[in-house]
């Protein structure tokens, strides 16, 4: 069998492209399960995505996009969107044809996300390998065998028997179609490729990245970790959507770059005793109980809303 030179470079980029999954972080997985093993050429094939994220994990996007363009012979039909489970697994579907027979690998899907460390607000997470095996369509009542299956190529002399009668067939069908003044069907359009994702609002991941504190398992060894997180997550709110460095500056010197519509009254007073209780825990050693640092995460989340009405009602007032 002739194997053009196309099909050799699409086949070795899709035997290298399952490593890209082995760079998923600790606590993640996604597994692709195929419906249906042994589809005939052309059936839909659906994918079950079963994605298991690390607690600190937050999806940017929740509908998976193709990791690469998939080759000629696979069309992606739909995919949908991921649902979160209770037990914080997310189930989701894809719809795939393949047209060419044999051992088929599936396209690898990825989806952008964020760990609420350091060092990490965005990556990409990369679905598991998995392949099915395409049935052929024989014709002739099981005569046929795959070698009867070929590559297409350009003729170089007269046309077969089959693909002349194609030909007349065609022609029938267009004096048919002109005598009796119907329009044929237009043919099906190729699938849009996805938008990109719109970029998250910092008061969505601030609030995020709360929720998985305040979900993570208590310990009084991690109570120091889990104050820093708290005024981090603060931290990078201001940044991302103020513009204030809170990063390279201290909890004294914060209060003096705040913008004055976050820095007036009682947003000021609230935001001193946030960020000093933080302070504390950190350099004074205290070590509060499981109560007290729920009341601290609460006074985050209320120091965090505070500041998202005022630069709402400080936006509208400058429109004004």
């Known amino acids: ?26 606590g993640q997985h996604w597994e692709v399960i195929p419906e249906t093993v042994r589809p005939t050429v052309g059936d839909t094939v659906t994918l079950l995505f079963r994605v298991r ?48 027979p044999g051992h088929q690998s599936v396209p690898l899907f990825q989806l952008p996300f964020m760990r609420s460390v350091k060092g990490l607000s965005r990556g990409t ?18 005569s046929a065998t795959l070698r009867d299956i070929k590559e297409p190529r350009p003729g170089g002399g007269r046309l077969p028997i089959a693909l002349a009668a194609g030909v007349l067939a065609l022609a029938a069908l267009g004096i048919l179609a002109w005598l009796t003044r119907r329009r044929l069907p237009s043919p099906a ?40 997180e708290v005024a981090d997550s603060l931290r990078d709110y201001l940044a ?26 009682a947003l000021r007073r609230a935001c001193i005793r946030v960020f000093g209780e933080a302070d504390l825990v950190k350099f004074a050693r205290r070590r509060p109980g499981r109560d007290a640092a729920g009341a601290f995460l609460g006074e985050a989340r209320v120091l965090l809303a505070a500041w998202r009405e005022a630069a709402t009602r400080e936006t509208a007032d400058a429109v004004r």
């Open 1 to 26: 069998m002739r194997v053009s030179f196309r099909a050799l470079a699409v086949a070795a980029l899709m035997l290298a492209a399952p490593r890209a999954a082995r760079a998923q972080l600790h």
């Open 53 to 100: 994220l690390d607690e600190r994990d937050l999806l940017f996007d929740t509908v998976p996009a193709p990791a690469l363009t998939p080759p000629p012979w696979v069309r992606i039909i739909s995919i949908d969107k991921l649902q979160r489970q209770p037990d914080r697994i997310f189930l989701g579907r894809a719809r795939l044809a393949f047209y060419r």
């Open 125 to 142: 997470l990369t679905s598991d390998p998995a392949a099915v095996d395409v049935v052929p369509v024989l014709v002739g009542g099981g």
């Open 189 to 228: 359009l190729p699938l849009e490729e996805p938008e990109p994702p719109r970029p998250p609002d910092p008061y969505d991941i601030a609030l995020a990245r709360l929720d998985a504190i305040a979900a993570a398992p208590w310990s009084a060894r991690d109570v120091t970790r889990r104050y820093a």
């Open 240 to 265: 991302a959507a103020e513009g204030v460095p809170a990063r390279e500056r201290t909890s004294t010197e914060l209060l003096d770059v705040l913008p004055l519509h976050l820095g007036d009254g």
